[in-house]
Nanobody, 125 residues
Framework: QVQLLESGGGLVQAGGSLRLSCAASGRTLSGTAMGWFRQAPGKEREFVAALAWSIGSTRYADFVKGRFTISRDNAKNTMYLQMNNLKPEDTAVYYC??????????????????WGQGTQVTVSS
């Protein structure tokens, strides 16, 4: 079992930055893929970024490349999403997720077994 707790959301103006955190507990994250997803009102939950905890490889959705950076802190068992140059269309609830997977981190939300409660990000124009 893995428990995930997101934090760091809020209200920011377009062009601003936020850093989301996802604190994990319950077991070691070795061999775990972790991802960030987001869901805007009336839309499906979509992939944002993911990383393989053990080797650090990352994947990004095309719409965040160059603006968002996913990272981890092994000592704190925490994953981050640094979001720069935010746009109003980035407004959504952001979720972190985890799955036991030693390979390339998946982008399909249905592959993930554990989810946090979400944190709201609102970008004003």
């Amino acid at each position: 079992q893995v428990q995930l707790l997101e934090s760091g959301g809020g209200l920011v103006q377009a062009g601003g930055s936020l850093r989301l955190s996802c604190a994990a507990s319950g077991r070691t994250l070795s061999g775990t893929a972790m991802g960030w997803f987001r869901q805007a009102p009336g839309k499906e939950r979509e992939f944002v970024a993911a990383l393989a905890w053990s080797i650090g490889s990352t994947r990004y959705a095309d719409f965040v490349k160059g603006r968002f950076t996913i990272s981890r802190d092994n000592a704190k068992n925490t994953m981050y999403l640094q979001m720069n140059n935010l746009k109003p269309e980035d407004t959504a609830v952001y979720y972190c997720a985890a799955v036991r997977d030693w390979g390339v981190p998946p982008t399909d939300r249905n592959r993930y077994d554990y989810w946090g409660q979400g944190t709201q990000v609102t970008v004003s124009s």
